[in-house]
Structures are given as C-alpha cells and as structure tokens.
C-alpha cells in the first residue's frame, strides 16, 4: 500500500488520487502511483489542453493519419507520403542543453521510424533569452551543440528551422525538435497492441536510472531547485539510435510487426499502457526480464525509466525469434518480456510477482480534463497602446537598416547551422538560410519544402492575430520556394495554464491558427503542448511553433530568395501598410515591445500566395522571399544579399512615415524578382485573383538604394553597398559568441 501523502509526490493532485482510488475500488500502492503520476502529468495527458486541440481542423484530402498516433502522415502522391512531428524539449535543455538537446532530437526521430518511415531531415525551433547574458550563451551554444552531436552521428540531415532572442526566455529556453519521414502507403506501422497471446518485446538499448520523472519535470514551473533535477535529463547515444532506426526499419519489412511504440516520456509506462489502450487490449509484462545496466532497479524504477533509443515492438506469436536475429545482427537487445491480453489491464510483475494491475485505458487516457479559467490578462491594455506620432523619425536610415541587419533576430544564423551536417544523405537541394529549406524525394521528379515559424512577440501582443501570422508565414515560406503548403505539425509553447492570464492566451493562439489553417487548406495532423514555462512566476512569450510541409511537384520549378539576374524587374505582390507595433524595428531602435501587431488577412494571404505560387510554376519568376522581420527594406536586403547583387527600389510614399514604409511588418508580402517580359504574364494572374502587383525597382550589380517619391520630390532613404551589409548581417553571431 502506498503512503497516503505520496500522490503529493508524484504530481497529482487530492482530486486525482480521489480518482484513482474510485477507478479501482481501492488505494493504489507505490509502483502504480508512480505510473499515474507520470501518465496524468500535463505532458503526457495533455489534461489541460484537450478541449482546445480540438479546434484544430485536423481532416483533408491527403492526410492519412491525423493526431494520436506518434506521427501525422500526409500524402505527396506516387504511393508516398510524409511523416513529420515536432515536439518540446524545453525543461530538459533548461538544466543539461547538451543533452536536453540531444534527446528532443533522439525522441522526435524515433516518433518518426516508429511508423514505418525512413527520416530523412531534421529541423528546429529556438527560444533563448538575450545574448548578452553570459548564461543565455551558455545554454544557446550548449544546445546547438546536443542538436549537432546527435542529428550529425545519426546520419539525418538538419535543414532549417529558426531562433529568436527575447528576455521572456532567459530562465526557460525553448527547444522544439522536428523529424519528417518519408514512407510508402502500405508500409505504415501504428503504435497499437492488437492480437491476444501475441509477444510485447523491448528493443534496443539497456535499461537505467536517467530520466525517472522526466514527463513530471516537464509539467512544472523551473525555480531555483530545477538544477537538483539534473538526473531526470536523459543521456543520449547516437550510434545506439542509428543502429536502433535501421534494425526496426529492416523488422517492419518481414511482417512480423503488429505495433510499435517509442519508449519517450514516462518509458514503459507510457508505451505499454498507450499501445494496449489504443488496440483496447490488455498488457502483461515482468520488469524481471528487462536488460538493465544499474545494478537493484526496483520495478518503479524501471517502469517509469526515460532512458533513450528503447522501442516496444508487438509481435505475431511464434516470430519472436525472427526479431531477435535481426536485433542481434544489429548488436541490440531485443528480449520478450510479455504478451497482450484481452482484459484490458496494464499487468506489471517482478519474477512473477504481481506489483501493479491497473486498466490501461484509465493509465493512458483515464486523467481527468481541466477546464481552466480564461481571462484577458492585465498586461495587454498597457502592452497594445503606442502612438507612432510619439516617435522620432530616424535622421539616417543607413544606420537604421545596419542596426537591424545586425539584431539577432535577424542576423546570419550561419553560426549555429554550419554546425549541422545538411548534406548528409546527399538530397537536400535548398539549404539553411533561405525561406524554406527544399530536399528532393528520390526516385521522383519532386521536392518537399519544410520550415518552422513563430514571431513570439506577436502573440504576447496578440494571441489570435500572432496564431494567425505563424501560420501564414510559414504558409508563405513555403511558397516562396515554389511549394504547396500541404500540413502543419505545431508545438504549442505556454506559461502555466492554471493562470487565467496563459490559458487565454493559450485558447487565443489556437484560435488564431485553427483560422489560419482552415483559410489555407492546411490541416493540423500531429503536435505537442508544452506548458509550464514560467521562470520564477515569470512566462515566456507565448510561442506557438507552427512546422509545415509542402510540396513541389517539378523539382526544376524550385525558387530561392537571392536576386538572381542584373535588369530584372523587382515586384511586390501584396500592399504595404501602416504597421509598426510589436517590430523588430520597435525594440531595436526603441527598445519597445509594444503596440498592436500586424493584422493577417486571411483572403488577401490566399491571393498573394496562389499567385505567387502559379508564377513560380509557370516558371516565369526568378527569386520570392516574403517580408517578415525587419519589414521591407531588411527584405529586400536579404535578397541583395543572398543574391550578391544590388538594388534600386522606387517606393511611393503611400501616405507613411518613412520608417513605417521601410521597417513596418505588414503581412501578406512577397518580393519577386523576373524578368521584363513576363512581367504582362504576372499581372494578369495577380488580376484574376485581385492580388496588388507593383514594380518597386530593379536588379543592379552593386549598390543597394531605396528612394521614397512624394508629392515634395524624390528622396533617397537608404544607400549602401551590398557588401557592406553583408559583412554586417553574415558576422554579428560569430562575433557575439566568440566574446
């Protein structure tokens, strides 16, 4: 019989033991307290956040499988299809960032062959405090470097991804990992243990002590005891995972395989009871049978173990021996340790010793759902209020633009992704640093476009409006590069959501990208929450991470954002506006963090980007980038620069300030660039989908120069040689961190 207190210890609350007790009929003993206190903990149970995942639209014509599985699946035709998910490491990488690092990639993989498909990229989403906090470096350089170790020796190339700096993330680092697989249709393998009487193997690496309570860490505040936790952090080997993925990819092709589940949060626990639950069937198993590599594990310890690349592997009875030999080939374990039964229970024994018999389905989905309060919080009525007016307009725009292109949030980001291999598996076409990164589909004539996307201070500013930005930025980034956005997977980080204030916020968010996704025809088909990011009482901004695939059918169609071509026509598709709050322009010049962000319009998004798209398949556009960051001109910039060429730009004035025209973050904007004659076949596809078309300038050799003509004349804003500022946007990282 457990102690009466220990339900405190475990994470759970009075109303929960109460619960437990009533779903059994008695009180349960320590090992099973243990198992419900990881399993009701929010990170596996995701009791807070149920009601509200679904409002997600989570249906289409190509998804083959949606959320609840390890993975969503969405089809890109010829018999294949895409597996991605991306998922939070952000507690683990707060205490060790190598290996909190290291193990959100090992995880996210895993989630990815366990269904059958073969990984074939990686990408990343990053959250730090500012750098000029010697431990914010830390930890941003010690997670570069658990994502590069691991991604590196697994053999799986890191494409792209993002990382911004704000104070908000100081104490609570956000670290969310991406995988995408690609499989054939009938080679799809789910997580269930069907067939009673057949065999429940553990695979793959030995059993230890590292990360028990992993999924409870996970579902706290970090305070100034979180560093005593350092032993729930996992240890990652990458060659065990590499052996690991390629030995299950070669059992999935004999057919013995009836299900098979990734050991993540929460270890056997959850992989035992979330198979049985998901089949409706039952699991026994003996804790006795399972390789360890700590001597006096007790059966609590090894059921709730977090050690890494460990699968649960359901067999046809009378293939065990099959699976062993491929395992032993491979140098891994792979050991029977018990079968599916048909009552519905989670049996643990100990040598035959029952020491746990709980239902499974109550374990895996029983947690009762919390409704929390919602409320507008404080902050946003003094956060939403700026008077543009109040503002000086810059005398030197010059400095203006330097200034941005060397902020962080803009900058190079070459010092973090050359330390990824990216050409690894030798198909990836696009690499880190434009819109979207692009890899090829073997044996095809297709590419996949991939990105992840989040302006946190949007969605401090306004959830419902940043909800929607994320979605239709990384809608846009994707088309930018010539792809059709197909499918989002999201990670949706939050502060505490027993806060009225974070769990609006929260709905807000998911509201704003329920819309989004609906209006782009972009299902939501996997995802993770992860709340309680709160440092001392203080929560990140709120930062929902949207991933999104899409899909290039003519791999000669692919379209990057340097200007490629001295004459050719640059071209705004989309109108500028009066938007200046929550910029980067704001906090760089101003140090605000403030205003009301830009408005997304979902109708005028549709059109900017189906005509943007038609164009680059018709092949008649020669480089896209979409405006974001920095506005206009640091677009426009950025083009110069990956293109090495320069610029001159004619702007109207439009009736706006100077500094709104050039750095304000008005959505729904690409830049193209093509030459002369096809600029007639532009305009009439932007006219049959009433999108604004305006030729703002040209490509040049050199010089990068924006006039703004106003009813006074022509002005000159901005003129500067392209190698000027490239030397300034390329270096800023390096030179911060080697400081």
């Not at 297709?446 to 949007?458: E, H, M, Q, S, V």
Request: charged letters at 25%; a negative charge; glycine letters at 10%.
């Amino acid at each position: 019989m457990a102690d009466r207190e220990a339900w405190k210890e475990m994470g759970l609350t009075e109303q929960e033991y109460n619960e437990i007790k009533k779903a059994l009929g008695r009180e349960p003993n320590y090992v099973e307290l243990g198992m419900f206190g990881v399993m009701w903990s929010e990170h596996c149970s995701y009791k807070n956040s149920k009601p509200v995942l679904k409002r997600f639209p989570t249906d289409g014509e190509r998804v083959l499988q949606g959320p609840g599985e390890n993975a969503g699946i969405v089809d890109i035709g010829d018999n294949l299809a895409v597996v991605m998910k991306i998922e939070s490491h952000n507690h683990p990488s707060a205490i060790e960032p190598y290996q909190g690092a290291a193990t959100g990639v090992g995880g996210i993989i895993r989630d990815i062959f366990t269904m059958g498909a073969r990984p074939v990229a990686l990408l990343n989403s990053l959250r730090f405090g500012e750098l000029d906090s010697p431990r914010v470096k830390y930890l941003f350089s010690g997670v570069v470097s658990g994502i590069a170790g691991y991604g590196n020796c697994v053999g799986i190339p890191t494409i792209g991804g993002e990382v911004y700096f704000a104070r908000s993330y100081a104490g609570n680092p956000l670290v969310n990992a991406m995988c995408v697989g690609i499989v054939q249709h009938d080679r799809i393998v789910k997580g269930k243990a069907c067939g009673v009487g057949n065999s429940v193997m553990l695979v793959g690496s030995t059993t230890g002590r590292d990360g028990i309570h992993g999924a409870s860490f996970a579902s706290e505040e970090l305070s100034e005891d979180s560093e005593e936790k350092r032993p729930a952090v996992q240890v990652g080997d990458p060659f065990m995972e590499k052996l690991l993925l390629e030995a299950c990819l070669e059992l999935l092709q004999t057919g013995a395989v009836v299900g098979i589940q990734d050991l993540g949060a929460a270890g056997l626990t959850s992989s035992s009871c979330e198979t049985a639950a998901r089949a409706g069937t039952g699991i026994e198993l003996d804790v006795a049978l399972v390789p360890r590599r700590e001597e006096g594990m007790t059966p609590y310890e090894v059921m709730l173990s977090e050690s890494q690349e460990r699968m649960l592997v359901i067999v046809e009875r009378g293939r065990e021996k099959e699976v062993q030999e491929i395992f032993k080939r491979w140098d891994l374990n792979a050991v029977n340790i018990g079968r599916v039964t048909d009552d519905g229970m989670l049996r643990v024994l100990d040598n035959g010793v029952k020491v746990a018999e709980v239902p499974a389905l109550l374990l895996a989905e029983g947690a009762p759902v919390v409704k929390r309060p919602s409320q507008e919080p404080a902050y946003l009525k003094e956060a939403n209020k700026l008077d543009p007016a109040e503002l000086p307009v810059p005398s030197d725009f010059n400095d203006v633009l330097k200034e941005l292109l060397a902020s962080p949030n803009i900058c190079s980001r070459e010092w973090v992704y050359s330390q990824y291999d990216h050409m690894v598996r030798t198909d990836t076409i696009v690499l880190p640093g434009s819109d979207a990164a692009v890899l090829r589909i073997k044996g095809t004539g297709k590419a996949i476009a991939l990105t992840a996307d989040c302006n946190g201070r949007y969605c401090y500013l306004d959830p419902f409006e940043g909800g929607k930005a994320a979605v239709a930025e990384a809608a846009r980034n994707l088309v930018c590069s010539g792809a059709k956005p197909l499918a989002v997977t999201d990670c949706l980080n939050f502060g505490n959501p027993e806060k009225p204030g974070i769990y609006w916020q929260f709905e807000k968010c998911v509201d704003g990208m329920s819309e989004a996704c609906r209006a782009l025809n972009t299902p939501v088909i996997s995802g993770n929450v992860s709340f309680y990011n709160e440092t001392k009482g203080s929560a990140i901004y709120p930062t929902p991470v949207v991933g999104m695939v899409g899909l290039i059918e003519n791999i000669d169609r692919v379209t990057t954002q340097g200007f490629k071509n001295t004459g050719d026509l640059i071209v705004l598709i989309g109108q500028n506006g009066d938007d200046i709050g929550g910029s980067e322009y704001l906090k760089v010049r101003f140090g605000l963090e403030k205003g009301k962000p830009p408005r997304v319009d979902l109708e005028m998004e549709k059109k900017v980007q189906e005509t943007c798209l038609e164009c680059i398949s018709l092949g008649i556009i020669n480089s896209a980038h979409d405006t974001s960051e920095g506005g206009l001109a640091v677009a426009l910039a950025e083009s110069c620069i990956s293109g090495k060429k320069g610029a001159r730009v004619e702007l109207e004035g439009e009736g706006l300030r100077d500094d709104v025209l050039l750095f304000g973050e008005t959505q729904s904007r690409v830049i193209v660039s093509l030459a002369k004659e096809n600029l007639h076949m532009l305009e009439k596809i932007a006219g049959d989908r009433q999108a604004p078309v305006k030729v703002i300038g040209w490509v040049t050799d050199e010089d990068f120069v924006i006039n703004v003509v106003r009813d006074r004349g022509t002005v000159n804003l901005i003129n500067l040689k392209v190698w000027e500022m490239e030397e300034i946007w390329s270096r800023q990282l390096d030179s911060i961190m080697e400081l």
